[in-house]
C-alpha cells in the first residue's frame, strides 16, 4: 500500500461549490503539506502543518482552507471553487527527525487533478 | 527572493547518451537542496538530498553534485525508463523558513 494517499484522484466540480481533498499517510511523519501544480509553474506551497495543533499558511493560501484532523490526516477545502484553481494538488509528508538541522526530505502522493467549469 | 532556475526546460537523448541537468539558485544560506524525479499523472519521487558544497550522492545511473551556486544531475547512459520530469528545489536557513522553493523541472526524454 501506498504511504500518502489522496482523494479523489479526480475531480470535475462547478464554479462556486464547495470541494474538499483529503490526503492520509502512514509514514508516521508529523509534518505535512498541500501543494499544486500548474504547467510552467512549477509546484507551490498553499498550507503546511507540523503537528495537529500547528497550521500554516504558504505561499498562496488565499481560497483555501485545511483541516489536521489526525497525525495521519490533513484535508485541503476550497469553499468556493473558481476556474483558475484547475490544478494538480499534492499531498507531501515529511519527518524532521531524519534530517535535524538540515531540511526535510518530502515524500508526495500521488495527486488529485481538479477541473473547476 | 529565494529562486530556482533549471536548465534546460526539455531535453532529448538517445539511449546510451550521458547529459547533465542544471540547478541554478538563489537563496539565502542553504538547509539542503533536493532533487526529485516526477512521472506524469504521479506525484514527484525524492531522489537526493545534498547539505553542502562539494557533497555528490548517486543511485544508479544518476548522480548528483553540489556547488554553492549551483547543482548537477548527471545521467549516465540512460535509458528509456529514465525519461521524465527532473525537479530540484531548495530549503533555505533563513529563520522561519519551512518551505522549499521548487524550479519548474527538465523534461528529459531518452529516445531508445
Known amino acids: 500500500d501506498a504511504d500518502v494517499t489522496q482523494t479523489p484522484r479526480n475531480r470535475i466540480t462547478k464554479t462556486g461549490k464547495r470541494i474538499m481533498l483529503e490526503c492520509s499517510q502512514t509514514?508516521?511523519?508529523?509534518?505535512m503539506y498541500w501543494y499544486r501544480q500548474d504547467p510552467g509553474l512549477g509546484l507551490r506551497l498553499i498550507y503546511y502543518?507540523?503537528?495537529?495543533?500547528?497550521?500554516n499558511k504558504g505561499e498562496i493560501s488565499d481560497g483555501y482552507s485545511v483541516s489536521r484532523q489526525a497525525q495521519a490526516k490533513f484535508s485541503l477545502s476550497l469553499e468556493s471553487a473558481i476556474p483558475n484553481q484547475t490544478a494538480l494538488y499534492f499531498c507531501?509528508?515529511?519527518?524532521?527527525?531524519?534530517?535535524?538541522?538540515?531540511?526535510?526530505?518530502?515524500?508526495f502522493g500521488p495527486g488529485t487533478r481538479l477541473t473547476v467549469t | 527572493e529565494d529562486q530556482v532556475t533549471q536548465s534546460p526546460e526539455a531535453l532529448r537523448l538517445q539511449e546510451g547518451e550521458s547529459s547533465s541537468l542544471n540547478c541554478s539558485y538563489t537563496v539565502s544560506g542553504l538547509r539542503g537542496l533536493f532533487w526529485y524525479r516526477q512521472d506524469p499523472g504521479k506525484g514527484p519521487e525524492f531522489l537526493f538530498t545534498l547539505y553542502s558544497a562539494g557533497e555528490e550522492k548517486e543511485k544508479e545511473r544518476l548522480k548528483a553534485t553540489l556547488t554553492k551556486k549551483e547543482s548537477f544531475l548527471h545521467i549516465t547512459a540512460p535509458k528509456p525508463e529514465d525519461s521524465a520530469t527532473y525537479l530540484c528545489?531548495?530549503?533555505?536557513?533563513?529563520?522561519?523558513?519551512?518551505?522549499?522553493?521548487f524550479g519548474k523541472g527538465t523534461k528529459l526524454s531518452v529516445i531508445p
Open positions: 507531501a509528508t515529511s519527518d524532521p527527525g531524519t534530517s535535524g538541522e538540515f531540511g526535510d526530505e518530502q515524500y
Open positions: 502543518s507540523f503537528d495537529v495543533k500547528d497550521i
Open positions: 528545489a531548495v530549503h533555505p536557513r533563513w529563520a522561519g523558513s519551512y518551505q522549499l522553493t
Open positions: 509514514k508516521g511523519h508529523d509534518r
